[in-house]
């Protein structure tokens, strides 16, 4: 038996000094007159003493408030005792359900492995314990509150399903210590592989951290990359598949075009080493998939999509020396998008500069535009030499009058628009404005103007902060739209994403979702946009927007998730948790303390009651 | 305070009774009592041979003619009979209600008035308190002087009931019966008791107890201070212990009594608040201490 307050039992020495001290005070008793005294017996009882100082005398009284104050002592040390188990008093499970959970290395997975353990912890957990169970996917979820209920706990652990995108272990990991903020003697035990990374910002407060270690082997093979390249000679397609592994391993690559396979062949891997190849691809197909037939752990990884189209995927720079959260997460929401943020322009994306550009599109937001590498810019509100627009001067107030009806401002309307400032602007040689307003003396004013041509540009004559457009349905339809007309036309609406990540598309009605298993189900829009979470497993969804057929090829590219040894230790926040072979528990026992003393106390009370 | 002591109905109920002693005494001056002295009475006691200057009219005749041996008749002397009241006056007899010395003096000048009657010599003695000897009370004369006696006796500050005992043994020569009203508190009642048995007296001991003495009514912490100077004793008034003063007092009790018996004696415990008539009918006739 350990003590969690062992410096409480200093108490006991003071504390029965005065007890012992107080029956060392005379008794300062009543005169009564007798005839005799001879017959009385000399007993006295010290219930209650005031006065000099006597002999101490045996008193069953003083023992058993001896006792009773011990008792109470030795409970507010907080005795626990150490047995073996998972669960405490108070459990927050933490379950990885992440890619790397579904490697086969224990059967079936590991993280049946993982249900299996807390299946068994909770089985047996005592009553009073209670237990929650978290699910530490690609968005966490609190998949059972503290409850005492097995029955409900079980049914919560059979609800954890695996994902094969990474886990977002951080966030998991603080809504545990949420949870169980307000519990003393807590436990938070993570059954994982240790497969994500580092967590910084997380505090267990007065909770304990536990780590269950799931996995024993690193054998895994993955597609690290799979890119198309047009170039004068025809397109071709390169591939590499990384051995994650210590150990050499073989396996079989199939490449698919369109669904149809244009090469197949075998491949094996030495440990820690990377293998790659290069074909010639045909120029008319849209999707290229790989295919890896491996004996290794984990399936997720052994599935790549390269998407011809170009703009099915953009690097996007959003320049922003004020930043603009609202424009952030427009742009972030897309799913082709992968968003860089800047305050200033990098001068290797300057025109003037050599080499190619590292992305797609440059958003210029309060930042005048300057002529950039990239072979799409988007401006709000300063134009520059290269813009679409020659600024003339300012005006405020400006009223929305009309748009021409053309695919980018396809459901937007900004007629209820309040724009506060605005650049007065004109046309440059090859610009169309698209949308148009009028300033307060009645002049006509381009809002949108566009331009295409070697470089496709889009101004906005207004920065989205200087008016309430980005509170309204229209402006992430009009990112979207913006985003598809810089990006080029999307062919066959085929888009490649990370499963996992949740994406939004502009909607107007209710949208079909087919996941790769065949089960479909109805999203409703919100804010003229569909948010999909669901993209669980990696393989192709298929969606109907608006009658228009989308497909979406979800894959897990995650070197960090394809590396699947385990890891014997996490790093969380400050500290590191050492995996735990044979976890300890602790069972407080101040309770059991508590009521010994309740009980000697009540003995003592009716000691007293007898003898007073 | 004789009106106090006795009502006329208590006079009435005690008129037709004598003391009851089992022993004899030898008396001073003839009286009712018939003493085991050889004398010239009409009771006959016995025969023994006739020796020269006998009586001849005490010679039986008949025994004579029949027998031809002389033989003189003897008779039992009729003398009165000493009575000792010994009234234990200490501080202690002033508790009860009505007190135990008030109950005391009433049945002593019950029992000295049944003597008087009887026409025994009555002594009035006061434990603790060192007075010359008194003239024995007899006949009906003697019983305004008992009564006056009784008046007189008050709580006394002497001695203790054992020593007080003990002295009146030493030095009381006319032996009868003591008839000994008192509480009994007193580790060493017991020995003076056998004290008095051994020097020929015949005890007639009433213990006299308050009803306070057989059930105290206290509470809480006590220092309990001795009435006759005993050394004080602290206790913690609770069922444990006034349990232990019960058994005490019972024991005590019992000891007197034995002491009592062995010596010869008559016990009885009564209370202070006692009527005298159901002492008299439950008490007295039927333990045979008047008849």
């Known amino acids: ?612 | 305070m004789t009106a106090a002591l006795l009502e006329p109905r208590d006079l009435r109920l005690l008129a037709a009774w004598r003391l009851n002693p089992r022993r004899t005494f030898a008396g001073r001056v003839q009286g009712e009592r018939l003493t085991k002295r050889r004398g010239l009475s009409i009771e006959f006691a016995d025969y023994r041979e006739y020796v020269e200057g006998d009586d001849l009219r005490h010679l039986d005749w008949n025994v004579l003619a029949r027998l031809d041996n002389a033989v003189v008749k003897s008779y039992r002397d009729e003398e009165d009979l000493a009575v000792h009241l010994l009234i234990d006056a200490s501080p202690s007899m002033r508790f009860g209600t009505p007190s135990k010395l008030f109950a005391a003096r009433r049945l002593a000048a019950a029992l000295g008035s049944v003597a008087l009657a009887g026409g025994d010599a009555v002594y009035v003695r006061v434990l603790g308190r060192r007075e010359p000897p008194q003239p024995p009370m007899r006949g009906r004369p003697g019983y305004s002087r008992l009564m006056r006696a009784l008046d007189g006796v008050g709580e006394e500050q002497a001695g203790r009931l054992a020593s007080s005992l003990v002295e009146f043994a030493r030095t009381e020569d006319r032996r009868g019966i003591a008839v000994l009203l008192s509480d009994g508190f007193d580790e060493s009642a017991s020995n003076a008791i056998r004290v008095l048995g051994g020097r020929g007296f015949e005890l007639l001991f009433l213990q006299i107890v308050a009803d306070e003495d057989l059930e105290p009514i206290l509470e809480g912490d006590l220092r309990l201070l001795d009435e006759e100077g005993g050394e004080p004793v602290e206790i913690t008034a609770n069922s444990i212990v006034l349990k232990e003063y019960e058994k005490r007092l019972g024991e005590h009790n019992a000891e007197l009594q034995a002491s009592v018996l062995r010596a010869g004696g008559r016990y009885a415990l009564v209370r202070s608040r006692t009527p005298l008539d159901m002492l008299i009918r439950d008490v007295w006739r039927r333990d045979g201490w008047i008849a």
């Open chain 1, 1 to 612: 038996m350990n003590f969690a307050a062992a410096g409480q039992l200093w108490w006991l020495a003071p504390l029965g000094a005065i007890i012992v001290a107080l029956y060392l005070l005379r008794m300062r008793r009543r005169d009564q007159h007798v005839p005799a005294t001879f017959l009385w017996p000399r007993r006295t009882e010290e219930v209650r003493a005031n006065a000099l100082i006597q002999r101490l005398r045996f008193n069953w009284l003083m023992v058993l408030q001896l006792l009773a104050l011990a008792l109470l002592v030795l409970a507010l040390a907080r005795p626990i005792s150490m047995q073996r188990g998972l669960t405490s008093q108070v459990t927050v499970f933490v379950v990885d359900s992440g890619a790397s959970m579904g490697a086969t290395d224990q059967k079936p997975t590991r993280l049946d492995e993982a249900k299996r353990q807390v299946s068994g912890a909770i089985s047996g957990a005592r009553i009073q314990d209670r237990v929650a169970l978290i699910e530490a996917g690609s968005i966490p979820r609190v998949a059972c509150s503290l409850s005492s209920d097995k029955a409900k706990l079980q049914d919560a652990l059979n609800g954890i399903a695996q994902t094969d995108a990474p886990p977002k272990m951080d966030e998991a990991l603080r809504l545990a210590a949420a949870l169980c903020a307000d519990e003393s003697g807590a436990r938070i035990v993570v059954l994982s592989d240790g497969v994500f990374p580092k967590v910084t910002d997380f505090a267990p407060g007065r909770a304990s951290v536990l780590y269950r270690m799931i996995g024993s082997s690193d054998k895994n093979l993955a597609i690290d990359a799979l890119g198309i390249t047009d170039s004068g000679r025809g397109r071709s397609l390169f591939c590499s598949v990384a051995n994650d592994g210590h150990a050499p391993v073989d396996a079989v690559i199939s490449i698919f075009a369109d669904g149809a396979v244009i090469d197949s062949r075998r491949l094996l891997v030495a440990g820690d080493r990377s293998e790659g190849f290069t074909l010639g691809a045909p120029a008319a197909a849209h999707v290229f998939e790989a295919r890896l037939d491996a004996h290794d752990d984990l399936a997720a990884d052994n599935y790549a999509v390269a998407v011809a189209d170009s703009g099915s995927h953009m690097r996007v720079l959003l320049v922003a020396p004020a930043g603009d959260p609202f424009l952030e997460k427009a742009l972030a929401l897309d799913p082709r998008v992968t968003l860089d943020k800047s305050e200033a322009l990098p001068d290797t994306e300057r025109a003037q500069t050599n080499g190619s550009s590292a992305y797609d599109l440059v958003v210029f937001d309060g930042a005048p535009e300057v002529e950039v590498k990239a072979p799409a810019t988007l401006t709000f509100g300063a134009p520059g030499p290269g813009s679409p627009a020659i600024r003339t001067g300012d005006t405020q107030k400006p009223t929305f009058t009309d748009a021409e009806d053309v695919p980018l401002m396809a459901g937007v309307n900004l007629s209820s628009t309040f724009i506060d400032a605005c650049a007065v602007v004109k046309p440059r040689n090859g610009a169309r404005a698209v949308a148009v307003g009028r300033t307060g003396d009645g002049a006509e004013l381009p809002l949108v103007l566009a331009r295409e041509g070697a470089r496709r540009q889009l101004y906005v004559a207004f920065r989205p902060g200087d008016s309430d457009l980005p509170l309204q349905f229209a402006f992430p339809i009009f990112i979207s739209n913006a985003l598809d007309f810089l990006g080029g036309p999307v062919s066959g609406g085929s888009l490649v994403v990370p499963v996992g990540a949740p994406i939004s598309l502009p909607a107007s009605q209710s949208v079909k979702l087919t996941d790769p298993a065949g089960t479909v189900h109805s999203l409703q829009p919100v804010g003229g946009s569909v948010a999909i979470r669901d993209i669980r497993k990696v393989g192709l969804y298929k969606l109907d927007v608006d009658g228009k057929a989308t497909r979406i090829y979800a894959t897990l590219h995650d070197p960090a998730s394809s590396h699947i040894a385990p890891a014997d230790n996490l790093s969380l926040g400050a500290g590191t948790v050492t995996a735990s072979i044979r976890p300890v528990r602790t069972f407080d026992l101040w309770r059991f303390g508590l009521l010994a003393a309740l009980a000697v106390l009540t003995a003592e009370w009716i000691l007293f009651a007898r003898r007073s």
